[in-house]
């Protein structure tokens, strides 16, 4: 596919976990970091996490330890564990893709809603 593709979204109480992944196989690019970044109603875009091809990640300070990024080199997805969502944590998740080049590629997004 020509852009990130997100996954894993959905629906879940107070307390719950979710694994959202992001797949992006393009060939014809090569992708030196991958990012997650979320949006939440009415606030601008934020960034979470983000990790690079040789497995080195960052996170935001909000992170706390709650979230993790990972990813699967060999299958090209990156993913991002949540745990101990809040309804502040409701948001639609974006995944972004960086290249060699400085180009940064952006997926479409999923969502998260935590409400019990």
């Known amino acids: 596919q020509g852009r990130p593709v997100e996954s894993g979204g959905g629906l879940v109480p107070p307390g719950a976990s979710l694994r959202l992944s992001c797949e992006f196989s393009?060939?014809?690019?090569?992708?030196?970091?991958t990012g997650w970044h979320r949006q939440a109603p009415g606030k601008e875009r934020e960034l979470i996490a983000s990790?690079?091809?040789?497995?080195?990640?960052t996170y935001a300070p909000f992170v706390e330890g709650r979230f993790t990024i990972s990813r699967d080199t060999a299958k090209k997805v990156t993913y991002l564990h949540l745990t101990n969502l809040t309804p502040d944590d409701t948001a639609v998740y974006y995944c972004?893709?960086?290249?060699?080049?400085?180009?940064?590629?952006w997926g479409n997004g999923t969502r998260v809603t935590v409400s019990s």
């Open positions: 972004s893709a960086r290249d060699y080049y400085g180009l940064d590629f």
């Open positions: 393009r060939r014809d690019v090569h992708i030196i970091a």
């Open positions: 990790i690079t091809r040789g497995g080195s990640a």
